[in-house]
Every structure is written in C-alpha cells, then in structure tokens.
C-alpha cells in the first residue's frame, strides 16, 4: 500500500506554485486614444467612447469604451424606447483645440482604447499632469466632462493630450459630448486653483 504524507503533498503544491507566474495588474482606459502606452502595458481592446444622450434626463451618467468588434445575443432591431447608447463627440472647439491640442478636434468622433498594466494599482488624478513620486505615468492630459448646461449627467474622465480621431466620422451628430472642465472658485479653494482655469489629469499605476 503506498501512502503520500501531508508534507510531501505541502511540497508539491509548493513546487506547482511557484512553477506557475502569478498573472497580476490592473486596468483602465485610455480616453481618445486606439492604443495603449509601450511602458509594461498592454492594449486589451480599441473601440469607441460612448454613453447617453447629452439631453436625455434618465440617462446614464457613466462613460463606456464599446469594443469595435461587438457580439450579439438575441436582439430585435425595431427601437423599443428604453435605454440608448450613443457615439462620443468632441465639443472642444476653437482656441482650446488649438491651444490645447494643435489640431481640429471639434465634432470629430472619439477613440478610446482598454489597458492592461503590470502594476496592480490604478489612480487617475484631477488637476494634476505628472504622478506622485514612486508611480508611473499611464497617459496625462486634460479633464473632461459634459456640458453644465445639458440635461444627462455626466463622469469626469482624463482626455488624452494628444488624442486622436475616429478616421472620417466628422459631423454634428451630437450624442456623448466631451468638454474640457474649468476649475470654479468658491467652496473650492483659489488660490490654489485658479477661476476658469482648464483642468489637467493624469493616470498612474503603482
């Protein structure tokens, strides 16, 4: 009769183990751009930004990235009137797109693109451009939301300082809308902050 003591059973379990890499990370996503950053981080999937309707007053309020390959399930293509996903639009025009971004952003579509880093902890920071010492930066850029003045609730996301376009889907659609957030005196402090002042953003892992 042959038996296996707890021990040798210990040890092997231990032997797998450390045969097998521990897969770890974290992820995030990239606003307004296709790709991913070359810095240990590897591009999960590419799409679309997406969302409610900047006038509907039962939308949704988080952004999505929409994959560019999507899969059905059962469907019935009549609209039935309940929940809408829409395309993103950059509503970022005139001296911001130039000044920010030196190039025509306006009522162009927006790219977006899903992240997977090695380092497990993920932190976007509003109102900063560079990480705290001791993280890395993912991608810096300028803080975005929808319209005050629109019906549908927005999130704020970190826009990309270089982002870039959905090739040949420039029109005034509407649908998702991205502005560059302004930084607003009184209950927040100014100084430091600064009355109408664009807000920058960067993402960092740890």
């Known amino acids: 009769m ?12 231990k032997t797998r183990l450390e045969a097998t890499p521990l897969i770890t990370g974290s992820t995030y996503i990239r ?16 799409g679309y930004a997406a969302g409610s309707h900047y006038t509907h007053t039962g ?29 993103a639009e950059y509503e970022i025009s005139g001296s911001y797109s130039d000044q920010f971004f030196k190039k025509n952003m306006y ?7 899903v992240c997977r880093s090695v380092r497990t902890s993920i932190l976007m920071i509003p109102g900063r451009n560079a990480c705290y010492d001791g993280w890395t930066v993912e991608y810096a850029g ?6 005050h003045g629109h019906n549908s609730a927005t999130e704020y996301v970190c826009l990309d300082a270089d982002p ?4 040949g889907r420039q029109a005034d659609n509407n649908g998702r809308l991205f502005y560059i957030v302004e930084s607003m005196c009184g209950a927040l402090s100014c100084p430091p902050y600064i ?10 892992t740890f």
């Open 107 to 113: 009522e162009n579509d927006v790219p977006c693109a």
């Open 142 to 147: 300028y803080l975005s939301a929808g319209h």
């Open 164 to 167: 870039e376009v959905v090739a």
């Open 2 to 13: 042959f038996f296996i003591s707890c021990t040798d059973i210990v040890r092997q379990l």
């Open 31 to 46: 606003w307004g751009r296709a790709s991913c950053p070359q810095n240990g981080t590897e591009t999960v999937f590419s």
């Open 59 to 87: 939308a949704a309020a988080n952004t999505l990235c929409l994959p560019s390959d999507p899969l059905w399930g059962e469907y019935n293509d009549a609209t039935n009137g309940h929940a809408y996903i829409y395309g």
């Open 195 to 204: 009355e109408g002042r664009a807000l920058t953003c960067v993402v960092c």
